[in-house]
């Protein structure tokens, strides 16, 4: 177990410093550069050397590479050029936002997804089945902004429930009023994410639970002739759910990056709604401090995925 | 697992009742605030009070402002901040924070003096030392437009309390009205002993008629009154007692924000088809207008040899349809601009040197008499070089590709070939800013304040934004001798003898200048404003705005 977990983490630090890497030199692949960006007729060609030199930009773009890293090991991801904060600092204000968003939608996933898809499972080939089947189908080609967009419409304009963005009312409450705010703003881009990602928690709950509906064991365990619910819940579900969490574990990762869109129009001041500031402003050290976070998280996720997947199923021996 | 199961199902219950609450909750708080309107609106008239909300669409990237040069910076900072100079309704500049102020004939010595009474927010006078400390520390430290604006400055004097004298290297008309206007001045007593100012974490004290009360970067900002402040509502002070700003990542979440009665005025000059959306509740909003201080323009790179011939821009200047831009793609959000300066300065378009109108015809014959024919394929060629460009334009300019595509099916109409070149901010300002590698480059201006006497900052030819590679030499002259001419009617001649070169080289083609729309809501009244950088948002209007 202890060699195989420092085998995962070093091949995981391994695929980061890659990923890192890759980020760097992509961002400064883009044309232009921050500075050009801030172009103005009121701002002289010394002020902007100056500004260049600041944020490092005048040096060979290999020599801020090794700078880059050296600061990386060190935790420090330099500082951020739209407001000269250092970027560890702007990542956290952020990183809390979005991992309580995607902590709702996983929950939700786990507990919406996965009954229906046994449902589905159970009933298959009934009336039940196929509509399950025909809305998770709509629900993952639906386009992310159309929906998020709709429900806007209806619950924050239409029916005026629910606020329309951001993630509190500002000024921020105290104690109970402050976190019940919260929850108001985090329904709806929570049930987006949800909506765009349930699909796949489905289908695949569904076809792993064919597949072990049809296994010698459960026939085996009606003739013992025990009960319908127990078989589902003890026999079927714990092996059918390894599959399905390795869905949900490998989307994660994607999930952060898609979150971009859905923070961005509610307003949720995460890290995709950062990634897209940072992006107009070519803020590159944010950006390499978010995309950094995002392949820790996908990295991580894999790790934590393999550890269940192994818990769930004895006959995956970890360091075997 | 039975257990377990039964322990999802109390999840589930937990989740639906606080589902409940929370959908409670919201009707509860709706019928509050309904409440709280009706008792106030017995009351009219002015008074002390209210908490206005604005939405914003984009982060201020800093309250400090003299480190960071985005609007909606510079937007929060007014209020603490505010400009020593404000805009007219013409677009001049006059005195605000300024009580007064003199220049000498050679327009070399300006002397200020700032009116009496104004405190920094944490009690300490706010007098004509920190101005001359602004100048000398923003050029010192490289600030931003600081740096530039008073680079000119030979010494400073402070002669008492409320009057600085600026000796300056060499004549400046436009001295006062670009520092007082764009430059904020700032706390002597805080950053005298600041080494650093760009990681210098600034608390936001100023000495304006609102004071940061708290903020959370990206998410909101608060400010609230400062009770008494001398330069309003005669020594009453703002009505406002809280001004709150919120971010919204775009136009459209802005303005759902606003109908739900989250924000009660846009910061953010809005598009058409939100000023629309608000126009059809006219008991709940009002949108205010005014003409921008920039506009849009197609310009001519002189690099391509075909653009270099005076005939081929004429022509090109003659396709351009301004109604239908203005009225179509535009939606009508926009005023046609048919002379070289914006129709905002009205003195200094009293002249009325236009381009060349509309007029297809005409700009077949002025290429036909040049000798460009056409070929085979309908494009008209001069010794096997044919009329066929590419016109870059940015993505991000709202209703761009309506504009340019207009421009495409006329001039192809004369025989001339536009190829369209949609790219994204940072690959225009590479190609067009940097590089200067285009044909025709299509771009909206954001200000241009002081055309009557800093125009030379993008039409003189050494200058970078002069983006076209145009060089006349009357131009330049005319250009570098308005910037001394104290006389205000004499620049204004001067800058009509400026267009009149103008529309017969065609540099550039200005076409229009956009309306900038800022919706509000009923339940404030006292909205005001003028051709400036924030709308109804300038502390100038601000102060004005109460409850009803």
């Known amino acids: 177990m202890g060699r195989y977990l420092m085998y995962r983490i070093l091949k995981g630090l391994l695929?980061?410093?890659?990923?890192?890497?890759?980020?760097?030199?992509?961002?400064?692949?883009?044309?232009?550069?921050?500075?050009?960006?801030?172009?103005?007729?009121?701002?002289?060609?010394?002020?902007?050397?100056a500004m260049m030199k600041r944020f490092g930009l005048d040096k060979p773009i290999w020599e801020q590479y090794i700078i880059f890293l050296k600061g990386l090991i060190k935790g420090d991801l330099g500082l951020s050029f739209k407001n000269q904060r250092p970027v560890m600092e702007v990542i956290m204000e952020k990183?809390?936002?979005?991992?309580?968003?995607?902590?709702?939608?996983?929950?939700?996933?786990l507990i919406i997804g996965v009954p229906i898809g046994v449902l589905a499972a159970i009933k298959r080939g009934q009336l039940i089945d196929k509509v399950i089947n025909i809305s998770v189908v709509i629900g993952i080609s639906i386009f992310v902004p159309f929906l998020a967009f709709s429900f806007l419409y209806i619950f924050a304009y239409y029916l005026k429930l629910l606020p329309t963005g951001g993630a509190y009312t500002p000024p921020p409450?105290?104690?109970?009023?402050?976190?019940?705010?919260?929850?108001?703003?985090?329904?709806?881009?929570?049930?987006?994410?949800?909506?765009?990602?349930?699909?796949?928690?489905?289908?695949?709950?569904?076809?792993?639970?064919?597949?072990?509906?049809?296994?010698?064991?459960?026939?085996?365990?009606?003739?013992?002739?025990?009960?319908?619910?127990?078989?589902?819940q003890i026999h079927a579900l714990k092996n059918a759910m390894i599959p399905t969490v390795t869905v949900i574990g490998l989307m994660i990762g994607s999930m952060v990056g898609g979150a971009v869109m859905t923070e961005t129009i509610f307003s949720w001041p995460g890290i995709g709604r950062l990634i897209y500031d940072s992006v107009a402003a070519m803020d590159y050290p944010v950006l390499q401090g978010a995309f950094l976070i995002l392949a820790i998280s996908v990295i991580l996720m894999n790790i934590i995925t393999d550890l269940i997947i192994a818990w769930l199923d004895p006959r995956i021996k970890i360091g075997g | 697992m039975k257990l377990k199961s039964k322990r999802l199902s109390f999840v589930i219950t937990i989740l639906m009742i606080l589902a409940l609450l929370v959908t409670a909750c919201g009707s509860q708080q709706t019928q509050t605030t309904d409440e709280g309107e009706n008792n106030q609106g017995q009351t009219t008239g002015p008074k002390?009070?209210?908490?206005?909300?604005?939405?914003?669409?984009?982060?201020?990237y800093s309250i400090a402002p003299w480190v960071s040069n985005d609007l909606n910076s510079a937007m929060i900072a007014n209020l603490i901040l505010p400009p020593l100079m404000v805009t007219d309704e013409n677009g001049k500049k006059i005195p605000y924070i300024i009580k007064d102020y003199k220049m000498s004939d050679d327009a070399k010595e300006y002397t200020i003096v700032i009116h009496d009474g104004i405190n920094w927010h944490d009690g300490v006078p706010f007098t004509a030392e920190d101005i001359a400390f602004t100048a000398e520390y923003t050029v010192k430290h490289k600030l931003g437009f600081g740096a530039d604006m008073f680079a000119n400055v030979e010494k400073t004097e402070v002669i008492d309390k409320t009057t600085v004298k600026f000796y300056l290297k060499k004549p400046q008309v436009n001295f006062l009205s670009q520092v007082g206007f764009w430059i904020n001045i700032m706390p002597k007593h805080i950053f005298e002993k600041v080494e650093d100012p760009m990681n210098f974490n600034y608390d936001g004290t100023g000495y304006g008629p609102f004071k940061l009360k708290e903020y959370k970067k990206g998410e909101y900002y608060i400010f609230e009154r400062v009770p008494n402040w001398p330069l309003a509502n005669n020594g009453l002070g703002a009505y406002l007692e809280t001004v709150t700003f919120r971010v919204f990542p775009d136009h459209n979440a802005l303005l759902l924000a606003m109908k739900n009665g989250e924000v009660h005025v846009s910061g953010s000059a809005m598009p058409v088809a939100s000023q629309k959306q608000l126009e059809a509740s006219p008991d709940k909003f009002g949108v205010l207008k005014v003409m921008s201080l920039g506009y849009g323009y197609f310009g001519f790179n002189y690099k391509n040899e075909l653009l270099r011939d005076k005939n081929v821009r004429k022509a090109i200047a003659?396709?351009?349809?301004?109604?239908?831009?203005?009225?179509?793609?535009?939606?009508?959000?926009?005023?046609?601009?048919?002379?070289?300066?914006?129709?905002?300065?009205?003195?200094?378009?009293?002249?009325?040197?236009?381009?060349?109108?509309?007029?297809?015809?005409?700009?077949k014959k002025v290429l036909e008499d040049a000798g460009y024919k056409l070929n085979s394929e309908g494009i008209r060629e001069k010794n096997g070089k044919k009329l066929e460009f590419e016109l870059i334009y940015r993505t991000t300019t709202i209703n761009a590709d309506s504009i340019?595509?207009?421009?495409?099916?006329?001039?192809?109409?004369?025989?001339?070939?536009?190829?369209?070149?949609?790219?994204?901010?940072?690959?225009?300002?590479?190609?067009?800013?940097?590089?200067?590698?285009?044909?025709?480059?299509?771009?909206?201006?954001?200000?241009?304040?002081d055309p009557d006497s800093s125009l030379a900052t993008i039409y003189k030819s050494d200058t970078a934004l002069n983006f076209m590679g145009y060089k006349n030499e009357k131009i330049d002259e005319i250009l570098e001798k308005v910037q001394s001419e104290p006389d205000y009617q004499k620049r204004v001649e001067m800058m009509n003898e400026f267009q009149k070169e103008f529309i017969e080289e065609l540099p550039t083609v200005n076409v229009y200048v956009k309306i900038n729309a800022y919706g509000y809501s009923k339940e404030f009244e006292g909205w005001s404003l003028t051709p400036g950088l924030f709308g109804p948002i300038a502390a100038k209007d601000l102060v004005k705005v109460y409850k009803k």
């Open chain 2, 48 to 60: 002390i009070g209210g908490n206005l909300v604005v939405g914003i669409t984009g982060d201020p």
């Open chain 2, 404 to 449: 340019v595509n207009i421009f495409k099916a006329n001039a192809e109409k004369v025989g001339i070939k536009i190829n369209l070149k949609p790219v994204d901010n940072a690959t225009y300002t590479d190609r067009v800013v940097k590089q200067r590698n285009f044909d025709i480059n299509f771009i909206e201006w954001g200000v241009i304040d």
């Open chain 2, 318 to 363: 003659m396709t351009i349809d301004r109604d239908a831009i203005v009225n179509t793609a535009l939606q009508g959000g926009a005023v046609k601009m048919e002379t070289p300066i914006s129709p905002v300065y009205k003195d200094l378009v009293k002249s009325n040197i236009k381009f060349p109108p509309f007029d297809l015809e005409g700009a």
């Open chain 1, 15 to 49: 695929t980061l410093l890659v990923s890192v890497t890759i980020t760097f030199f992509i961002l400064r692949l883009m044309p232009a550069d921050p500075v050009s960006i801030l172009i103005d007729p009121k701002m002289g060609p010394e002020v902007q050397q």
């Open chain 1, 173 to 232: 409450g105290d104690g109970l009023a402050y976190y019940m705010d919260v929850a108001k703003h985090a329904i709806l881009p929570s049930l987006t994410l949800l909506f765009a990602n349930i699909a796949s928690v489905v289908l695949y709950t569904r076809n792993s639970m064919i597949d072990i509906l049809k296994e010698d064991y459960i026939r085996t365990a009606y003739a013992k002739g025990l009960k319908n619910n127990y078989i589902i």
């Open chain 1, 95 to 109: 990183l809390p936002w979005t991992l309580l968003l995607l902590f709702i939608v996983n929950i939700m996933l």
